[in-house]
């Protein structure tokens, strides 16, 4: 069993920054492929970013440029540097752990998650 728990969240104006954090529970934490995903009110959860075990990076068009993912296995947490936001980015964001190497664009394939995190861009 994994325990994932989201910080970082917030309100902030568009252009401004945000790093959210999402800390695992376990020993086995840099065995997993780490996400984040995100959903707005009366959307789809949908894909923002993965991460693999090796370090290799995935991102959503929508967010390729402006965020950042990372891993520090040590710590057993994975980071999501967001900059630039834009109103559209608003979402409570949710963080993901998959048992595999590899990661993922379907939120499916995911086998623990996060209780979300807040993040609210004004204009």
């Known amino acids: 069993q994994v325990q994932l728990v989201e910080s970082g969240g917030g309100l902030v104006q568009t252009g401004g920054s945000l790093r959210l954090s999402c800390a695992a529970s376990?020993?086995?934490?840099?065995?997993?492929?780490m996400g984040w995903f995100r959903q707005a009110p009366g959307k789809e959860r949908e894909f923002v970013s993965t991460?693999?075990?090796?370090?290799?990076?995935g991102y959503a068009d929508s967010v390729k440029g402006r965020f950042t993912i990372s891993r520090d296995n040590a710590k057993g947490t994975v980071y999501l540097q967001m900059n630039s936001l834009k109103p559209e980015d608003t979402a409570v964001y949710y963080c993901?752990?998959?048992?595999?190497?590899?990661?993922?664009?379907?939120?499916?394939?995911?086998?623990?998650w996060g209780q979300g995190t807040q993040v609210t861009v004004s204009s």
């Open positions: 993901a752990a998959k048992k595999s190497t590899t990661g993922s664009y379907s939120w499916a394939e995911y086998d623990y």
């Open positions: 376990g020993r086995t934490f840099s065995s997993y492929a």
């Open positions: 991460i693999r075990r090796s370090g290799i990076t």
